[in-house]
């Protein structure tokens, strides 16, 4: 079982649509969670922070289910500007020499497009 | 304006030839890593450094060594390149701090093609 599964899409919706992304992750004692976003060619950026509690920015909500290991991604009002990948992402400690960091798993990603 | 760069975007190389991929980060970070993403696969860590001079295996090392002799600049190397090391390679850096959110920031990647 991979670490960090997200549905890989592609999920093609109109502008103005609701879309949701899904993914969960195996490792109980994941620390923190992220989604970044990835455009065609492009480095993959942070687009926010998963708190425990949910979390909202703008037309984009997150969500966090610690006890089914399971994250969300909701967004709402779809525009084309937001045709991307969407990468789920989870934080693990770690140790290196000494030394506690805190290790990214990456899951495979799942792909938006937005049409007009 | 933070900034990781890489040497190239496109590389193209031939099957046994050594390759060096170099990332410089002005952001005074500490912590640096190599990732290679492949499609269906997402991002694998290759190798990371915590400190100049320290590094320490990801979960695909294999067929890559990495130098860290300054703090801005990690360099992943492919001492005899091969076909299956056809990717995307992606440098990112991170503060070091206990701040579980802390962002890791990319570098905008080296397209490599082994032929």
């Known amino acids: 079982r991979k670490e960090v599964e997200q549905d890989p899409g592609p999920f093609n919706v109109p502008e103005g649509a609701t879309v949701a992304f899904n993914c969960t992750y195996s490792n109980s004692a994941s620390q923190s969670f992220f989604w970044y976003r990835q455009d065609c060619r492009k480095e993959p950026k942070l687009l926010m922070s998963?708190?425990?509690s949910g979390n909202e920015d703008g037309r984009f909500t997150a969500q966090l289910n610690r006890a089914s290991q399971y994250i969300s991604l909701l967004i709402r009002d779809s525009k084309l500007s937001d045709s991307a990948t969407y990468l789920c992402v989870v934080k693990t400690s770690a140790n290196a020499g000494g030394t506690s960091y805190g290790k990214l798993t990456f899951g495979q990603g799942t792909i938006l497009t937005v049409h007009p | 304006d933070v900034k990781v760069t890489q040497s190239s975007r496109y590389l193209v190389k031939r099957t046994g030839e050594k390759v060096f991929l170099e990332c410089v980060q002005d952001?005074?970070?500490?912590?640096m890593f190599w990732y290679r993403q492949d499609p269906g696969l997402g991002l694998r860590l290759i190798y990371f450094?915590?400190?100049?001079?320290?590094?320490e295996k990801g979960d695909i090392p294999e067929g890559y060594s990495v130098s860290r002799e300054k703090k801005e600049r990690f360099s992943l190397i492919l001492e005899s390149a091969s076909t299956n090391q056809t990717s995307m390679y992606l440098c990112?850096?991170?503060?070091?701090?206990?701040?579980?959110?802390?962002?890791?920031?990319f570098g905008p990647g080296t397209r490599l093609t082994v032929l």
């Open positions: 998963v708190y425990s």
């Open positions: 952001m005074d970070h500490e912590n």
């Open positions: 450094s915590y400190d100049v001079k320290m590094k």
């Open positions: 990112a850096s991170l503060e070091k701090g206990q701040d579980s959110y802390n962002e890791q920031f």
